[in-house]
């Protein structure tokens, strides 16, 4: 079949453009540079049929052998007053990244910029673990007074070295760096808008198409040179779900959030040493203070191990950037009119670790207040409350405090075993369940036990829990699920496996007690579980922050259905 007769959009030179003639920086774990390919293979469009097509971006999703997995983290982190800083910005990453650990395993990344020249930056990325990528060597290259990093899970382009983050591109006015978490709603038709400015794109990855499109000139156009809040502005204008970003340039990071909110980034000051790093989730907290520097955090749990305090979170649509001087809010970019915020509820289910800070709470006291509303809703007579560790501990403890039963560990669980998602069978991943928990069995013997777990997905791995601890002498086990029925897609970054997987969707809770063997199994509902969440928020959706979206639960998108569904 013969190929498009008029030029292929790689080719394509767009006047106003200038960036789109540079090339695209990919430096591997030695620190080699490759360009940008012109080929159609390296812009993934299909040039079947004598059209230009872009293919879906979601072709792997359901693909993947997991439960509900993330996509990213990302960190930032500046130092403040005369350069050089005497903070170690790499290392600050590092172990920022190390904290977000639990939102990628896949690779990393970190960027660094000394501030003195726009068109170098020290990168370091690569596959695997944190810790094995950031070795001494890699670390005394990332020199810089500010620096931003990222750690990956994939659901939109392929586990490989090229997708690695954060994305640099050099531009006509210097290098830019990006680390994005969460996934484009509208994809296609900014893929489309970009290829058609005359842009290349050599991956199929949302964050380089969003690293080019911030190298688009604002329609507004630019006189002083590039106006880069106006050019973020024009990027959420365009593209309003759903990302948290940390974009750096030579001196300046800038660090956005999506109209929506719905991917979490929180702001954090560091402290000179032997100041109060205490964290109480106040808004104004320790603004008065004079930091050292500034981080951004997909989460605040690792603030406290870098000696850093959490300050407040980045708004929905908020445009903060940080420089040497501190930060400031140069821009809020609106959602559309009588669109809700709509914050991943599954952030505080699931997601986040407990002791991160989200809308002026903890996420362990949200997975508390979660058990307290469950065991309201659904009571059982039982001798004793446990936990399918660890994400079910703290749901597990607001049980136990509201229906007055006793709580008592009855899974002891091997940390050395991976999560039983990478396991590439169901034969494999049930046998995994085996090898990741074993019975305390002096504590089973004779129970009446209430088992609570976060959640359940495919409905796997609870099955052969209940039968080990049957196996230990239970005398009955009863499952409450801290959160409701998880029923639809997610297009913004979590990747979910299919409708056909989806336990609740093939049985209702009644029928999969059955088939789990368990004695009873009841979920949290829907309004339980946003009434759980709103209880200890320090701000309500009346007010006009603070919704979320349930739309995993509930099928209701925040920002409607995407153009591209093939779930
Ligand atoms: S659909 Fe579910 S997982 Fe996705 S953002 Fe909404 S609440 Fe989170």
Not at 70 to 75: A, I, M
Not at 321 to 330: A, D, F, L, P, Y
């Amino acid at each position: 079949m013969e190929g498009p007769a008029g030029p292929h959009p790689c080719r394509l030179q767009g006047g106003d453009v200038p960036e789109q003639r540079e090339p695209l920086e990919r430096r591997t774990t030695d620190d080699s540079v490759d360009y940008r390919s012109d080929t159609c293979d390296s812009c993934h469009c299909d040039t079947t049929q004598g059209e230009v097509k872009v293919k879906s971006k979601r072709f792997g999703r359901g693909a993947v052998e997991s439960g509900l997995t993330h996509e990213c983290g990302v960190f930032g982190a500046i130092g403040t007053g005369e350069w050089p800083t005497q903070i170690d910005v790499a290392q600050v990453i590092c172990l920022g990244l190390v904290a977000l650990q639990h939102r990628g395993q896949e690779s990393a990344g970190i960027v660094t910029s000394e501030g003195k020249s726009a068109r170098t930056f020290n990168t370091h990325k690569g596959m695997g673990l944190i810790n094995n990528i950031f070795n001494d060597e890699a670390m005394k290259k990332l020199k810089g007074n500010l620096g931003i990093g990222h750690t990956r899970y994939s659901t939109s382009a392929a586990s490989e070295e090229v997708n690695c983050q954060p994305f640099v591109v050099h531009t006509a006015h210097g290098a830019l760096a990006v680390a994005h978490n969460g996934e484009l709603v509208n994809c296609s038709s900014l893929r489309k808008m970009v290829l058609g400015r005359g842009v290349g794109l050599s991956t199929h990855s949302d964050s380089e198409l969003i690293t080019q499109a911030l190298c688009l000139n604002p329609p507004e156009g630019e006189t002083n040179g590039p106006d880069w809040p106006a050019r973020i502005n024009h990027l959420m204008r365009l593209a309003p779900l759903s990302y948290s970003l940390v974009i750096m340039l030579k001196d300046k990071i800038y660090a956005v959030r999506d109209p929506y909110g719905n991917r979490p980034l929180c702001l954090g000051k560091i402290l000179p040493l032997g100041s109060s790093f205490l964290m109480n989730g106040c808004a104004k907290n320790g603004m008065e203070e004079r930091a050292e520097g500034w981080v951004v955090s997909s989460e605040s749990c690792g603030f406290l191990s870098i000696g850093a305090r959490y300050v407040r979170e980045v708004l929905p649509g908020e445009i903060v950037e940080m420089s040497r001087h501190g930060i400031r809010t140069v821009d809020v970019v609106e959602r559309p009119p009588a669109k809700q915020q709509a914050f991943c509820i599954f952030e505080y289910v699931y997601f986040a670790r407990a002791d991160s800070i989200f809308e002026g709470q903890m996420v362990y006291s949200a997975r508390l207040q979660c058990g307290r509303m469950l065991a309201r809703e659904s009571p059982v007579d039982a001798d004793i409350v446990s936990s399918v560790p660890e994400s079910g501990t703290a749901a597990a403890h607001g049980y136990a405090r509201q229906s007055g039963i006793p709580f008592m560990e009855v899974l002891c669980k091997n940390r050395y075993v991976g999560r039983t998602f990478i396991q590439p069978s169901t034969r494999l991943r049930q046998l995994g369940v085996a090898k990741k928990f074993g019975a305390l069995s002096e504590n089973v013997r004779g129970k009446r036990i209430v088992l609570i777990d976060d959640s359940i997905v495919r409905g796997n791995t609870i099955g052969p829990i209940i039968k080990l601890l049957r196996d230990a002498g239970a005398a009955e086990v009863h499952i409450r699920i801290a959160s409701p029925p998880l029923k639809y897609p997610c297009y913004m970054g979590i990747n979910i496996p299919t409708r056909e997987e989806l336990i609740a969707n093939k049985m209702d809770s009644y029928k999969l007690a059955e088939h789990v063997g368990a004695d009873s199994l009841e979920y949290l509902s829907v309004e339980g579980l946003v009434s759980a969440i709103h209880y200890n928020m320090k701000a309500t959706p009346s007010d006009g922050v603070g919704g979320h979206c349930t739309a995993c639960l509930t099928g209701d998108y925040p920002g409607g259905l995407p153009e591209d569904v093939d779930w």
